[in-house]
């Protein structure tokens, strides 16, 4: 047996793992020798403190001192992490110190404890609770209507074993208040049970975003953060972990702070952040981190895919699809984000609000702050830039606010001041739920761009601009994650490749779509083309996906129909919508069609973007099960079940000297994932630098090629161009004068001027390697 090299403490590459009851970390442990054949340097798991029960995906912990036993418990962890370092493996462990779960408050004794004893409760100071705008007591916006001849929602209530009990949800009785009346029993509690729809405006306790059964903790306090991390300091004491993942960091009050206090408790690890990037935000220098989960990779990875000739059509398209003008992005963006912080998020703008009591009008100019803020928040007094410029931007837009911008900036630059602290943990919950998850399903010029991490107004970058980019990263954070898919991408890698491809026939998307349409009429045509899109990039899906997909995709749009108030017509066409693509002959055939046309160039899209992510700069991240074609739509889709065992024999194949093709079996993929990850990990010497090499040739345009210290990527953009111009041509790529082998064929190559049309015969993709 091969000894395993000793563990790097920052990983080659990662793969990535969703742990359930379904996928436990015993199933984890029996897959660790698949992802060391495979390529992967460490295994990365998602959450594994315990969480509320069911949890498909836990983020919602409810015990931070224990592995969840539904996904194996400690044993569990044990298992995997004694498998990973048999195989020579490292384990990132995903970790959740914004929020905790408490849909179900018995399960969380944090809370549980809160609402039985109020302020009294030790961990009353672990929340972020605003009492005395509750009247002394914790607001729960869990009532729904009152049933038939209930006077009110709280005539509900009954008292079962002792406990407040709701159609089966419990809550505690505080000691002596216990009667036979369950609403006086009520009346008499430190909590206060309210109906659902006042928690956008009327709640009292910080939320992740606006979901009321997660509710947000101060790990600034010492404490706090000592008790809700002892298993994860655990996990590095007993040499379990090498590293962690750190969800929503923006939602703390002070995340460099907190990654210090991580870094001090834990030994200073391996650690990234999810951070959301804009532009060209960078990540804080100064914080504890080795950088991003990778959206930022993946946004330029789609971008220098996409054909820019395509922009002026589909933009008119985007237009002829709106009643009334087409707003620009950055419009959109502003009114989405002021309707969440006037609408589901009102709550948190009200309490900034409550901490400037003098400043009139402070709520009206605190929510337009957040609509014109350029990042997802600022970090004072790093970036106190961005806060001007949203001050700026806010007084353009509301003249009338003038005077009350003019007393709040002076408020909200001082780092110290609670509102300026609370603001900067609202303005990203402002700008992810009015950006990724409003305006991304109402902006569907090409809907491959509208992806976590990105800029829809940028539509497209050329080769120079991405070796730019790639210059850079290798240069600031070259161990930050890159990606392609992740459990919150609304598309699949593999889904928007396809996309891309009608950045290329952006004339026959029209024709197809307005037939689409005649078929299948909504009304809504934005959304129409968005699904669609969606349809013919997932393509072939089942009727239950699409349908679910659907659903999720119009009520986030919020145009047509919502999540609070469903509109039953509309959602009865939107059905009806998706059926067709399955039932009408005639939307059958224009499906087929666009796919038939658009398959084998998203195939080379979907290659090249693997083989950019892999060899590129940063620590490539391989989501499960996207070795293969990876299809998935928004989750929960993209957590479906993963077959491991028709993955390995295919490894087992392409390992036994079988050259797959390009076709729906996604083994090719499989091929240019493992060789490349392979390379990497086996081969760290030829990845040392990141170098542009020079393309020549009437279809230089169409090639990405870089060395990275002895290992030259080159990949097929454009596809469909390329294809139409009539193929390579006298295209060369300049090689250092030696002798190369491609990783992914086998055949070799000499250096020099190397003759493209010799190197991608096969594959629209080569790795080479100095042999």
Sequence with gaps: ???????????????????????????????????????????????????????????????????????????????????????????????????????????????????????????????????????????????????????????????????????????????????????????????????????????????????????????????????????????????????????????????????????????????????????????????????????????????????????????????????????????????????????????????????????????????????????????????????????AEAAERRPDLAATLGSLGSVLRDPGHPAAQRLQQTTGMVMAKGVEDTAFYRYARLASLTEVGGDPAEFSIGVDEFHARQEKRQATFPASLTTLTTHDTKRGEDVRARIDVLSEIPEQWRRTLGALREISPLDDGPLESLLWESIIGAWPASRERLQEYAIKASREAGVSTTWTSPNEAFEKALAALVDSAFDNPDARAEVEAIVALTSAPGWSNSLSAKLLQITGPGVPDVYQGSEFWETSLVDPDNRRPVDFDERRAALAALDAGTLPPIDESGHAKLLVTSRALRLRRDRPDLFTRYAPMTVVGERAGHLVAFDRGGAVTLATRLPVGLADAGGWGDTTVLLPQREMVDVLTGDVHQGGELHVASVLGRYPVALLAAS
């Design 1 to 391: 047996m091969t000894v395993p090299a000793p563990l790097s403490r920052v990983p080659v590459s990662t793969y990535r793992l969703q742990i359930r009851e379904s996928f436990d970390l015993f199933e984890a442990a029996k897959l660790v020798d698949y992802l060391r054949d495979l390529g992967a340097d460490w295994v990365y798991l998602s959450p594994l403190l315990e969480a509320t029960a069911g949890s498909d995906h836990g983020y919602d912990v409810v015990n931070h001192s224990r592995v969840d036993p539904a996904r194996g418990g400690a044993e569990g962890l044990a298992a995997a992490s004694a498998a990973a370092r048999d195989h020579g493996l490292g384990v990132l462990i995903d970790i959740v110190p914004n929020h905790v779960g408490v849909s179900v408050p018995r399960e969380n004794s944090w809370w549980w404890d809160v609402l039985t004893l109020g302020r009294a409760s030790r961990y009353a100071e672990a929340f972020d609770i605003d009492w005395d705008f509750g009247g002394g007591r914790l607001r729960i916006p869990v009532l729904g209507d009152p049933s038939e001849g209930s006077a009110s929602a709280i005539d509900d209530l009954s008292i079962v074993d002792g406990e407040l009990d709701y159609y089966g949800l419990r809550f505690p009785i505080a000691p002596g208040t216990l009667g036979d009346d369950p609403a006086e029993v009520h009346d008499r509690q430190n909590y206060e049970l309210v109906d659902w729809r006042r928690a956008d405006a009327e709640l009292n306790y910080r939320r992740f975003f606006a979901v009321n059964s997660l509710a947000g903790i101060r790990v600034e306090v010492p404490w706090v953060f000592e008790e809700s991390h002892v298993e994860i300091v655990r996990w590095f004491t007993e040499g379990l972990a090498d590293g962690l993942r750190v969800d929503h960091p923006d939602g703390l009050l002070d995340p460099g702070g907190y990654l210090d206090d991580l870094a001090r408790a834990t030994g200073s690890p391996y650690v990234l952040v999810e951070k959301i990037l804009e532009g060209d935000e960078p990540l804080p220098p100064h914080w504890q981190a080795a950088g991003t989960t990778g959206y930022d990779a993946l946004s330029d990875i789609d971008r220098v895919l996409v054909d820019p000739r395509g922009r002026v059509r589909l933009d008119r398209l985007e237009e002829s699809l709106h009643d009334d003008e087409a707003p620009a992005w950055h419009d959109l963006i502003h009114d989405t984000r002021r309707g969440i912080a006037d609408g589901i998020l009102r709550s948190e703008i009200l309490r900034i609000a409550r901490l400037v009591p003098d400043i009139d009008t402070a709520a009206d100019a605190i929510a337009e702050v957040t609509a014109c803020f350029p990042v997802y928040r600022s970090y004072l007094p790093y970036g106190l830039e961005h806060l001007e410029t949203a001050l």
